[in-house]
């Protein structure tokens, strides 16, 4: 069955220090590949997606992340956090059985330290 | 704007009770979602549906039911509310391209308590 892991449920860092937020997924089929954010008390926005161009893929707000097919990976980075990055996170892969429904991973809450 | 909205935001209900969580959209979408948001679970998918009087069962569809009468809502009924029911709620809406990924489009939540 297909599934998203993303390591860390919490993650903290220093204002203008890297952020690195984990995704590994599971899919039989060449997956499209999403990066969610959820600010407090809000719905989510699509932060990112991969749908085999480019394995470097840039999203809104400086993040980006990396589509590696042997490690089945793509982990989202942004070289400095701001404060205004605190949220959570969510990993996502297109099923396998409809490009329009996705599976979720459990999210990750990122914190960000002044 | 187009937009996505959910009434209400917050709900306390009791157990054993009837209730109705309205999402409502006007993005002209075919495709409309109803997830569960609870810690540690992520997201997961109640009910969707591709268009008007299509209904389709998620991975958690159990004590849920909606229905599609128009385009632009998708009502999730709890027929007999319970406990473990609680959480939030999300509604989204994404259009129709066949062959390619539609970004689905999120509400802003519904915050249900039951008791």
């Known amino acids: 069955a297909q599934s998203v892991t993303q390591l860390g449920s919490h993650v903290s860092v220093s204002e203008g220090a890297l952020v690195l937020l984990r995704c590994n997924y599971s899919?039989?089929?060449?997956?499209?590949l999403f990066w969610y954010v959820q600010y407090p008390n809000q719905g989510l926005q699509l932060l990112l997606k991969?749908?085999?161009?480019?394995?470097l893929v840039k999203g809104i707000n400086g993040f980006e992340a990396e589509f590696k097919k042997s490690e089945t990976s793509f982990h989202l980075t942004k070289p400095s956090a701001h404060m205004s990055d605190a949220a959570e996170y969510f990993c996502?892969?297109?099923?396998?059985?409809?490009?329009?429904?996705?599976?979720f991973g459990p999210g990750t809450s990122l914190s960000v330290i002044p | 704007d187009a937009e996505i909205t959910q009434s209400p935001r917050h709900k306390i209900t009791e157990t054993g009770r009837q209730v109705t969580l309205a999402c409502h959209q006007t993005?002209?979408?075919?495709?409309m979602f109803w997830y569960r948001q609870d810690l540690g679970h992520g997201l997961r998918l109640i009910h969707y549906?591709?268009?008007?009087?299509?209904?389709n069962k998620g991975e958690v569809s159990d004590g849920y039911s909606v229905s599609r009468s128009n385009t632009e809502d998708l009502p999730l009924t709890l027929e007999s509310a319970a406990s473990s029911q609680t959480s939030v709620y999300f509604c989204?809406?994404?259009?129709?391209?066949?062959?390619?990924?539609?970004?689905?489009?999120f509400g802003p939540g519904t915050r249900l308590t039951v008791l």
């Open positions: 989204a809406s994404s259009r129709v391209q066949k062959g390619l990924y539609n970004e689905q489009f």
């Open positions: 899919s039989s089929v060449p997956p499209y």
């Open positions: 991969y749908t085999s161009a480019a394995t």
């Open positions: 996502a892969v297109s099923s396998e059985t409809s490009y329009d429904k996705v599976i």
């Open positions: 993005w002209n979408h075919n495709n």
């Open positions: 549906s591709y268009g008007v009087q299509d209904t």
